[in-house]
């Protein structure tokens, strides 16, 4: 885990985390394309923090692939929240991830410092799993025109989701989005800072998404 922003005292925390591969032992490395793609994201997201005792750090994968059943993203995720805990105790924390690290942050959602997961781009196939999202807050945002990974199982799964318990889940289509978050970058930005300062503290930062958009029916287009 690398610590980009450290208050003496923490109040909640943000969890970065990039994308990948579908399979690939290669090491992870911090100038991979997959990684830096996330830096405008986490500046964005930095300054739009409703309070500056906000912790955000950024995962450090072993590896650039999912790897089947192995799953090593989640795996890392996991133990980034375990060495958050024993850093800052038990604050809450959302976790960001965009297309891989959508699916290791929908995975790692059942610990306990989770109280939210913002996926960008998620690659969430038929069938992954749902249940440890109950109690917890899901939003994704998907681009119109990716071809990598799926709007369609994205919305699948926020559905599934909000079915099996979750706070809140909902989505919204950015028109013209591709997967690398390229065309119409600055509203991606905007939108993911939106979003987890929302989910840090909804009194103080309005809810960004569309009306009706965590409810049953047609998904919002931004």
Do not use: F
């Not at 991830?97 to 410092?113: E, F, Q, T």
């Not at 979750?166 to 919204?172: E, N, P």
Request: net charge positive; glycine share 12%.
């Amino acid at each position: 885990m690398k610590v980009r922003r450290h208050p003496p005292h923490p109040r909640a925390a943000v969890l970065v985390l990039h994308g990948g591969q579908a399979k690939s032992e290669r090491p992870a490395r911090p100038w991979q394309l997959a990684a830096l793609r996330m830096g405008p994201v986490v500046r964005a997201v930095t300054a739009g923090l409703p309070h500056q005792d906000i912790l955000v750090a950024q995962v450090r994968y072993r590896v650039r692939g999912w790897n089947g059943d192995r799953a090593d993203p989640a795996h890392d995720t996991l133990r980034a929240l375990d060495a958050l805990a024993e850093l800052t105790g038990s604050v809450p924390t959302v976790l960001l991830g965009h297309s891989m690290g959508g699916r290791a942050a929908l995975r790692a959602a059942g610990h306990p410092l989770v109280t939210g997961v913002v996926a960008l781009a998620p690659w969430w196939p038929p069938g992954e799993p749902v249940e440890q999202a109950a109690g917890r807050h899901v939003v994704a945002l998907h681009g119109e025109r990716d071809h990598v990974t799926s709007p369609t199982e994205t919305a699948d799964c926020v559905r599934r989701a909000r079915e099996a318990g979750a706070a809140r889940a909902g989505m919204a289509v950015i028109a013209g989005g591709d997967h690398g978050m390229l065309r119409r970058h600055g509203l991606w930005h905007d939108m993911a800072a939106a979003l987890v300062a929302h989910l840090l503290d909804p009194g103080s930062s309005p809810d960004s998404l569309p009306a009706g958009g965590y409810g049953v029916g047609e998904v919002p287009v931004l």
